[in-house]
């Protein structure tokens, strides 16, 4: 009768079909080294009155400590007496020994960093964790940097980035499931939130949602694409932060936080387009300037998106709407300009996202001096040359100085794609187009939905309770910490009635 029970060959994610352990020593040795045939997979032999291998790949695995806390004990306890299982457990110094249930099991945890112990006569085996995974230090946030708050950021591992939030969250209602997703290769992700706080609806959903998931999961991005409601659309249906203090936060409001093992950032199930509009940082200033800020986010985020169809439509189909004398001085400026107007503006608008793009991907000091340096001098150029109007040159640095105002880069991203359709239908129908493109997009984000949760929550459908923490932010005691599309329904149901 086999020792390991449970999963069918069928269902088995690694190719284990000519895998079996037998309980002969050598023979699982050798199937072992032939399955997974890697020049960094070693054995240790222990002989004495019982016959051992310890498995492990060198390069995960921490030689010092696998040296004193497991192969130095067994090899005198093996040395003095026949050994049970019992007996490999006691002599065992790590912290984490897991008794193996499957052949499928045993290759996992190899490849998690755990070293493989088997005997000789058994046909069972045991796994002793002895990692030594090499990973970043906790470092300052990179695309969230605060002026007050947490300078503390995740990294690339899974167990740190949970070790960040519990630190911060003492309390027995956190809970953790690490799921293990992919056919050839596993990945790990890991879901947190707060237990009778979180609906367990969204929990139940978040969970559905990641194990279905067949690929492996290089990072938090490809973990988005899979469970997103809407896969087309250019608005995030996620929200990314590398910040402790922000997903904390999200598990206190109830939501649901996801890991993803070599990704230095969490994704927040679910957000709505107003969560990607208030950082972390609008919560750690007195209401009134975070306030101001915020309205200035806002108008930010419309000029990223409508400031360049606006001008086109103003200067091609409205200008007695221009104050006179400022008509006369854009009429002067434009003498000589050989493009119309909206060619124009897509012509700066592409120079300055190729400034941008090549400011990103060179090295920080080189990337600088390129996104500075190169859009004065372009600009100059352009204007000198007679390509471009002044004013050209100032609505689009406007518009780009706007979508840096967006502490969500991905929602700039979206907004960034988005302004240049407008720009066509600006261009083409005039203040009509302007409006219809408006109409179009404000009936896409109110069919949007982040895990069965409307987008625009709690605008619409209107909650009044929660408007105090949507456009400006109330003194702290008067906002609600939970939303209250988010509530919980009562642990134990409704009272009845008698």
């Known amino acids: 009768m086999r020792l390991f029970r449970g999963k069918g060959r ?61 192969i130095a004990p067994l090899n005198r306890a093996a040395g003095e007496r026949a050994l049970t299982k019992e007996d490999l457990y006691r002599h065992i110094h790590t912290g984490d020994v897991r008794q193996i249930k499957d052949e499928v099991e045993l290759l996992e945890l190899l490849l998690d960093g755990f070293a493989v112990i088997l005997m000789d006569g058994r046909r069972g085996a045991l796994a002793a964790c002895v990692e030594d995974m090499k990973r970043r230090d906790i470092s300052k ?3 969230e940097v605060v002026i007050r708050g947490s ?35 596993k990945s790990r992700i890991a879901f947190c939130y707060l237990d009778g706080i979180a609906r367990p609806e969204l929990v139940e959903e978040v969970r559905r949602r990641v194990r279905r998931i067949k690929k492996f999961i290089f990072d938090s991005g490809n973990l988005e694409q899979l469970i997103a409601d809407h896969p087309l659309t250019p608005f995030p249906q996620l929200y990314y932060t ?16 996801l ?27 007195h209401f009134l300037p975070a306030s101001a800020i915020r309205i200035v986010r806002y108008i930010s985020a419309f000029f990223a998106l409508f400031l360049p169809s606006i001008y086109v439509v103003i200067v091609m189909y409205r200008p007695e709407l221009i104050p006179t004398e400022l008509f006369f001085r854009l009429v002067a400026q434009r003498e000589g300009v050989p493009l119309p107007t909206v060619l124009e503006i897509f012509l700066m608008e592409v120079s300055f996202e ?13 990337g600088q001096a390129v996104s500075i340096v190169g859009a004065l001098i372009v600009g100059e150029a352009m204007i000198n040359a007679g ?32 302004r240049f359709p407008i720009l066509l239908f600006a261009a083409f129908i005039g203040i009509y187009g302007l409006i219809i493109a408006t109409f179009l997009i404000m009936l896409h984000l109110l069919s949007l939905k982040s895990f069965g949760f409307p987008y625009l929550s709690p605008v619409v459908p209107g909650r009044s309770g929660d408007w105090r923490d949507v456009f400006i932010r109330f003194p702290m005691p008067s906002v609600q910490r939970q939303p209250a599309f988010l509530k919980n329904k009562p642990l134990f149901g409704r009272r009845r009635r008698r």
Do not use: Q, W
């Not at 699982?28 to 498995?55: P, Q």
């Open 242 to 257: 590398e910040r402790p203090d922000k997903a904390v936060a999200s598990l206190l409001e109830g939501r649901v936080i």
């Open 141 to 143: 946030p990179i695309t």
């Open 10 to 70: 069928s269902d088995r994610s690694m190719d284990t079909a000519d895998f079996e352990l037998t309980g002969h020593l050598d023979r699982d040795v050798k199937n072992l080294e032939k399955l997974l045939s890697s020049h960094d997979l070693t054995f240790r032999r222990i002989s004495g009155k019982t016959e051992l291998a310890v498995g492990f790949f060198s390069s995960l695995c921490n030689n010092d400590t696998l040296e004193r806390d497991v």
């Open 354 to 366: 190729l400034m941008r793009e090549a400011g990103i991907r060179l090295p920080p000091p080189a």
């Open 151 to 185: 300078h503390e950021a995740f990294n690339e591992s899974i167990i740190d980035s949970i070790g960040l939030i519990r630190r911060r969250l003492a309390t027995e209602r956190f809970r953790i499931e690490i799921v293990k997703v992919g056919k050839i290769a």
């Open 259 to 285: 890991l993803t093992d070599g990704s230095p950032y969490a994704l927040i199930a679910p957000t709505t387009l107003f969560d990607l509009l208030h950082p972390s940082e609008d919560y750690y200033f």
């Open 387 to 418: 390509l471009v109007a002044p004013v050209t040159v100032i609505v689009t640095a406007t518009t780009g100085l706007s979508s840096f105002t967006i502490s969500a880069f991905h929602l700039s991203y979206g907004l960034r794609v988005l």
